[in-house]
């Protein structure tokens, strides 16, 4: 019978047909990036079980390097996040573009000078002096590979599949503990040893990146314009290593150079608004400046500049380097492993349905370190819990 009969009348009634949009089957799709995620996931939890047991980060670090075998799993898994899933739905463009536009920015579009005179009238202000009393230091210090720009170079930790390169402005140096294509040279960022800076010309300090030799074990200092830590910092188990990092990004920059940091962190916009406070004071310490900061879907994006080729060297009385924490820093080994369970997963139906009942929301991210509201013009990205693939 059809449903539309009335039984007791015996009349039909006039129903409007339903009008379903088709919704194309990712279910394999799903899968794949799921147990993909899985890896990436599992290699972190594991580095901060055994940090959280052992307390040893050196010698933690030093058998992870030598595991080679997960180490290639992970980078396969990471360059099929990127070239299948992440590229497919315009996930982790965002972070690329980003660094991309601010770089373009602060060096070519005068973002560099803005700052400097800013700087400028700070010291006059903190110290009461007129602008004919100030020196013009800023100016005279701009490095002339700067301020004659040729490519910007840029040096990519954690590189992986090494996303920079496609760019011309850039002059990219991938580098990774286990790179996933050629191009990218093997280096464990950590144990890099620094060198004396080049006294180069900008065409021969090019021609010098040109000819690196792979495995990286060294590099000079004051070698880069921009450094790059994309989603990199929370692959470490341990803040002091984070710490390293950054010090280290610190020397290898020109001054006046970027650090671009790109961190995970799904929740939302100020949940999390004390840590990246605690991650500005740790970083701003080093000799660096904010410059930009904005929250997208899963991800913190920030910009420091190098002001001082001096760092600060108080690491007792303020704690720095354990400034530079995670909210997984806190868990216990219960706790990742609950992370495990598998939660209520909607159908695609409802997930749909549930983004279709937000598109009239608006999307205006606001900066609580400065009180400035920053839009953010690239969609939600779906990099899937912590620490690279996030965990809400």
């Known amino acids: 019978m059809d449903p539309r009969d009335n039984v007791e009348t015996g009349e039909t009634e006039n129903i409007p047909e339903l009008f379903y949009v088709p919704i194309p089957d990712e279910a394999p799709n799903k899968n794949e990036k799921e147990k993909l995620s899985g890896v990436v996931k599992n290699v972190h939890r594991k580095l901060r079980r055994k940090y959280r047991e052992v307390g040893d980060f050196d010698k933690i670090w030093r058998e992870h390097c030598e595991d080679e075998q997960t180490l290639s799993e992970y980078a396969l898994a990471m360059k099929n996040l990127a070239d299948n899933h992440w590229a497919v739905n315009c996930e982790g463009e965002g972070r ?46 701009i490095p002339s590979s700067i301020s004659q720009l040729g490519k910007m170079r840029l040096l990519d930790v954690g590189s992986c599949f090494n996303p920079f390169l496609k760019f011309d402005e850039f002059l990219t140096v991938g580098i990774d503990i286990v790179p996933a294509v050629e191009s990218v040279y093997k280096c464990d960022f950590l144990n890099l040893q620094l060198q004396q800076p080049l006294q180069l010309a900008g065409d021969a300090v090019e021609a010098f990146l040109r000819q690196l030799h792979n495995p990286i074990d060294t590099l000079p200092a004051q070698l880069f314009h921009v450094v790059v830590f994309s989603l990199l910092l929370s692959y470490f188990p341990s803040p002091y290593q984070r710490w390293i990092c950054c010090k280290k990004a610190h020397e290898l920059l020109e001054l006046h150079g970027l650090l671009l940091i790109i961190t995970p962190d799904s929740s939302h916009q100020n949940r999390h608004a004390l840590m990246m406070r605690s991650w500005r004071v740790a970083v701003e310490s080093l000799g660096f400046k904010r410059y930009k900061y904005v929250k997208y879907s899963h991800m913190h994006l920030i910009a420091f500049r190098k002001v001082s080729l001096a760092t600060t060297s108080d690491l007792v009385s303020r704690n720095y380097p354990e400034m530079l924490y995670i909210p997984q820093d806190f868990h216990s080994n219960e706790e990742e492993d609950y992370a495990d369970v598998p939660e209520q997963v909607r159908s695609d139906f409802e997930d749909d349905q549930l983004a279709w009942g937000f598109t009239e929301l608006p999307d205006t991210p606001y900066d609580s370190d400065s009180g400035e509201s920053q839009s953010s013009s690239v969609p939600g990205f779906h990099e899937l819990e912590d620490p690279v693939l996030l965990q809400s």
Not at 98 to 108: A, D, G, I, P, T
Not at 119 to 133: C, F, I, P, Q, R
Request: net charge negative.
């Open 96 to 141: 690329i573009e980003w660094c991309r536009s601010v770089c373009q920015e602060y060096f070519l579009d005068g973002g560099m000078k803005r700052m400097l005179e800013k700087d400028e009238k700070s010291a006059m202000l903190t110290m009461g002096l007129t602008a004919a009393s100030v020196s013009a230091q800023p100016y005279s210090t």
